[in-house]
């Protein structure tokens, strides 16, 4: 078969609070800097309004649908740099909230998946409705993505591969992961990593929010199959850092190949 690398660029900033033109223009520079073979974009939890808990009102006054202008712009944008998008944004449906990941194709093809696990030490599970489907496995590139949200990361029968196909290559976390729980981040990141065969990538922001929560610059990762850290090239810019990749599929290949651990594994099922 042919292999064919796939370029990531995660962008970490500091989110602008509650202002999406802000993060716009953010996201938008940093994808002006970022390397011009970029396959995939990996923006972070809520990047454009930041992780909001204070009240459902003030959720509900920045939430939007799919077809609003959240959406229409990171669709113009993958359009404009041949690239996808991945992330999550602040959603309703009529009246439910949602903490809602996004893949937007630069052929305008979306996929969307709402938050499966709801962080209650923060409150999210008081403002935001719980997802009611299974993470998706996205099909990119002859790359098979699947998408997780930052709490998701815990759970690990959650992120399972399905191991009689290996049905995803990456899975892809965004997030907003605290300076306080920098350890059990990169730990979980590189377990999920390890036990699934398969490239991790975690995207984080920086920065502090209103909330006085501290978020620590430079803990976006990619990890590889072995539960290892994959080198990085950094470009800054005004608003934070563009951490680019390239993943190596035919690597990845042969390591399934050469140590099949998929074969041995347990079978697990899931309710929702």
């Known amino acids: 078969m042919g292999y064919k690398s796939l370029n990531i660029a995660i962008i970490e900033y500091d989110i602008a609070w509650a202002d999406k033109m802000a993060n716009f223009n953010i996201v938008g520079e940093a994808m002006a800097k970022m390397p011009q073979d970029t396959d995939l974009v990996i923006l972070p939890e809520m990047f454009s309004t930041g992780f909001i808990t204070e009240s459902r009102e003030k959720a509900a006054s920045l939430a939007e649908r799919n077809t609003q202008s959240t959406i229409n712009w990171l669709q113009e944008v993958a359009a404009a740099h041949n690239v996808a998008i991945t992330g999550s944004f602040l959603a309703h449906t009529a009246s439910q909230l949602y903490n809602r990941a996004f893949f937007i194709e630069p052929n305008g093809d979306d996929t969307f998946y709402d938050k499966r696990h709801l962080f209650r030490m923060g409150g999210e599970n008081e403002i935001y409705n719980r997802g009611v489907t299974f993470a998706p496995v996205v099909r990119f590139r002859g790359w098979n993505i699947k998408l997780v949200v930052c709490y998701d990361l815990r759970f690990p029968a959650w992120c399972r591969n399905n191991f009689n196909k290996n049905a995803y290559d990456l899975l892809a976390v965004v997030a907003n992961?605290?300076?306080?729980?920098?350890?059990?981040?990169?730990?979980?990141?590189?377990?999920?990593?390890?036990?699934?065969?398969?490239?991790?990538?975690?995207?984080?922001?920086?920065?502090?929010?209103?909330y006085k929560?501290?978020?620590?610059?430079?803990?976006?990762?990619?990890?590889?199959?072995k539960g290892m850290p994959c080198s990085t090239k950094s470009i800054a810019f005004g608003g934070g850092n563009v951490y680019s990749y390239a993943l190596d599929r035919q690597a990845l290949d042969n390591f399934r190949e050469k140590f099949p651990a998929?074969?041995?594994?347990?079978?697990?099922?899931?309710?929702l």
Request: negative net charge; aromatic residues 12%.
């Open 177 to 210: 992961w605290p300076r306080a729980r920098q350890h059990p981040w990169h730990t979980l990141l590189a377990a999920r990593a390890i036990e699934n065969l398969s490239y991790v990538c975690g995207a984080n922001r920086s920065g502090i929010d209103p």
């Open 213 to 225: 929560v501290d978020y620590s610059s430079g803990s976006s990762a990619l990890y590889d199959f």
């Open 262 to 271: 998929w074969m041995d594994a347990d079978l697990t099922s899931l309710s």
